[in-house]
């Protein structure tokens, strides 16, 4: 069952100048969602966000939050909170007082009771794990308690969307997996709407129950990370998100779903078509993931698809080994992964043979 839009952007843009930061974007967000803007540097994914806190004002299109138009309505009027990268705690007071500053403002506003911050921040506080740090100034806290407090400062007031602009961007390796894990139970516990912006696909993965990917200031994609990974729409998409090899080629039939695609070789490549997305004598071109080759015929299913080529790299990836191969004979390097670590048997003179299920080959056609 469909959860109910608690926001949805109409045909949102934001121009600076010259430059075109957000393009024509249209996005519904559901109430409870744990939504990630995925994008490079300069897609647009922080001025949207940037939008929809309010901090920026569109150059056209509408924002709307529990169906009233909040386009031209202040941050401080709008039910968000936004937990940014730099922490941007206050330096001169403790955790507690950090997490407690909003919650007094509301109190004097009247939007809490005054017995309520002493409560709201120690079970804040406790949420992130800080229960016994709360004393503690922001210079005595590791990058990591210093993101926990700034969460549990925006949680505190129970806001009913809470914004992330790469809160996660300046911690190592090993925290920032550990945050993610925390940010996604904490999301799931209190069930409030997060609105997550990061560079990283892997956090994207990780945490989203969807995605929406950017590019070139316009929204190019929006579906779970299972949908983003496995059926891209477009190229961009395909490639953006995770490990891709794209082959071109030109559709010579299409039936029961699947397209059967003539490489510039003379090959016969069978691919995942859905009804009506492509027509016979249209160019197209192939995504097949490099974890979805297999490479014994004799375990193969009769419709796997083969090719052939010359392996020019192997690489030792702990869990999986990267063979790089130049397809025979058009030249065309693919990565090709075998997750069981078995050196699969190269034929003469280096060459080496694969193939993959036409489930796992997408059809784009843009």
Known sequence: MLRTPILELSKLSKSFDHFQAVDNVSLSIAEGQFLTLLGSSGSGKTTTLRLIAGLDMPSSGTIRFNGADITDVPPTHRDMRLVFQDFALFP??????????????????????????????????????LGDQSQKMPHQLSGGQKQRVALARALATDPQIVLFDEPLGSLDANLRKAMQLELKHIHRELGRTFIYVTHDQDEAMTMSDRVAVMQNAQLLQVGSPEEIYMRPNCEAVARFIGAANILAGEVESVAGGIAAVRLPDGGLVRACAPDGSAARGSPARLMMRSEHFVFDRARAGADINWLTGRVTERLFLGRSIEYRVTLDPSGELLSVLDQRQEAPPPLCDGKLEFGIDPAHVRLLTS
């Open 92 to 129: 001169n007071l403790s955790a507690y007082d950090n997490v407690a500053f909003g919650l007094r403002l509301r109190i004097a506003r009247g939007r809490f009771p005054k017995g309520e911050v002493d409560r709201r921040v120690k079970r804040f506080l406790d949420i992130v794990h």
